[in-house]
Structure formats: C-alpha cells, structure tokens
C-alpha cells in the first residue's frame, strides 16, 4: 500500500510570495489532515477533512492560508503571501472512515515540505 | 485545551543500555488515547506506541513500552536495549478526536 505522498519537499521562497503544497492520501481514505511543525515543536493541526468538506480549521490563519480538497481526494494548501514566520515543516495526513463516535482514527503521515522563508 | 508537556528537550543513552522520556498532560475527559511518535531526520512521523486511556495495563511493542499513570497524567516511554536506530525525535501526544503533541524529546545513542 502506498503512502501519503507530499510534494514539493523542499521549497525556499521570499516572503511576501506564495506557495503552494500538494498532497495526495492512502487511497480510500476519507480524512485528510494538514499540520504545521515550526522547529522546535509538535506538530500543530491547521485543518481537517472529511471527504471534501471541512471538520476543523479553527487554528488556519485565514487571512493568509487556504486549504482545498478537490473530489475528496487529494488537497492543496496555499499560503498567500508568506511571512518570515510561516518557516516550518508542514505534514500531511490521512486516515480511513471512523468507526461510529470514535474519538480515535489512526492517522498515517507523509514526509512533510520544508518550508524557508526569506 | 488539552496541553501536553514534554520536560526534557534532549536526551542521551550508551547502546544497549535503557532510556525513559517522561510526558505529562492536562485534560478533563475520562476517555482518551496517548501516543508516542518518532521523527526520524527523514520528517516522517512513525506510531511507536499506542495507549487507551480506559485501560489500566500498560502498553508494550518490543523494546518499547510505556508507564501510564492516569491520575497522575502523566505517559513515559521506556525503551530497552537501545539501538543507533532509535536516535531521533520523540513526540508525546494526545487524542480525543484531535492528536494534540507536545513539543519534542531529542534521543541520542552513543556507540
């Protein structure tokens, strides 16, 4: 079975441009999660999928951060125009359907893009 | 909001020899999972351990095991017979419905 495929893996850019990241889930699985990991520190979750409909996106900084998932397949995140302090790894992850009231679904990673701001 | 807490920025064990990463959390809900992640240098986040709150024995895989003490919230990982292999970053992390992660230990192995 493959894995969670994530490209660009590196990308360098100078602040105030865009960027954009692509990510494409085990197949079949239904959620789609996107985290920022700033040096130093856990991974943190901007968004979450469901399908193609948004379940959470209450840390995504709106102003500036998109995140789309066409056909519930894969997704895009964008960040637009970028700031010195969007410097981070950012991960992507899926996993299957829950089971019903489950608090609980294993989330399998990809290899993350290593975003520089300049 | 749930928090998790990782007190020990790096660590370090002789191979062969064991190490415990300590892991503290705060939350208000009776039922919950607790993970520990490893981050090699490669970025990719790879499950070593899983624990279900409800259950009270303590969850082992091989030469990892964890002390989950409820009360206290706090879910230390115990790994035995070190391996160079075992060097990397390990995250402590909590789950009800969103994986919450503390901050990171750094594991060295010597030779």
């Known amino acids: 079975e493959a894995g969670v495929a994530q490209s660009p893996r590196y990308k360098i850019i100078e602040k105030r441009q865009s960027v954009a990241f692509w990510c494409n889930p085990i197949s079949g699985h239904a959620t789609l999660y996107w985290y920022q990991q700033i040096l130093g520190q856990g991974p943190k979750l901007l968004i979450q999928f469901q399908n193609n409909g948004v379940v959470d996106d209450s840390q995504l900084p709106k102003d500036r951060f998109s995140a789309e998932r066409l056909k519930g397949v894969d997704s895009t995140l964008k960040i637009q125009p970028a700031k010195l302090e969007d410097s981070a790894v950012y991960l992507c992850?899926?996993?299957?359907?829950?089971?019903?009231?489950?608090?609980?679904?294993?989330?399998?990673f990809g290899p993350g893009t290593r975003l520089t701001v300049l | 909001a749930q928090t998790v807490t990782q007190s020990q920025p790096e660590m370090s064990v002789q191979e062969a020899e064991t190490v415990t990463l300590s892991c503290t959390y705060d939350t208000s809900e009776s039922d919950y999972y607790l993970f520990w992640y490893k981050q090699p240098p490669s970025r990719q986040m790879i499950l070593v351990i899983r624990?279900?709150?409800?259950?009270?024995q303590n969850a082992t895989e091989n030469r990892f095991s964890v002390n989950f003490q409820k009360a206290a919230k706090s879910f230390s990982l115990k790994i035995s017979d070190s391996q160079l292999g075992d060097a990397a970053m390990y995250f402590c992390a909590y789950c009800r419905n969103k994986l919450v992660f503390g901050a990171g230990t750094i594991l060295r192995v010597k030779s």
């Open positions: 992850a899926s996993s299957s359907d829950p089971p019903l009231a489950a608090i609980y679904n294993e989330q399998f």
């Open positions: 624990q279900e709150a409800y259950k009270q």
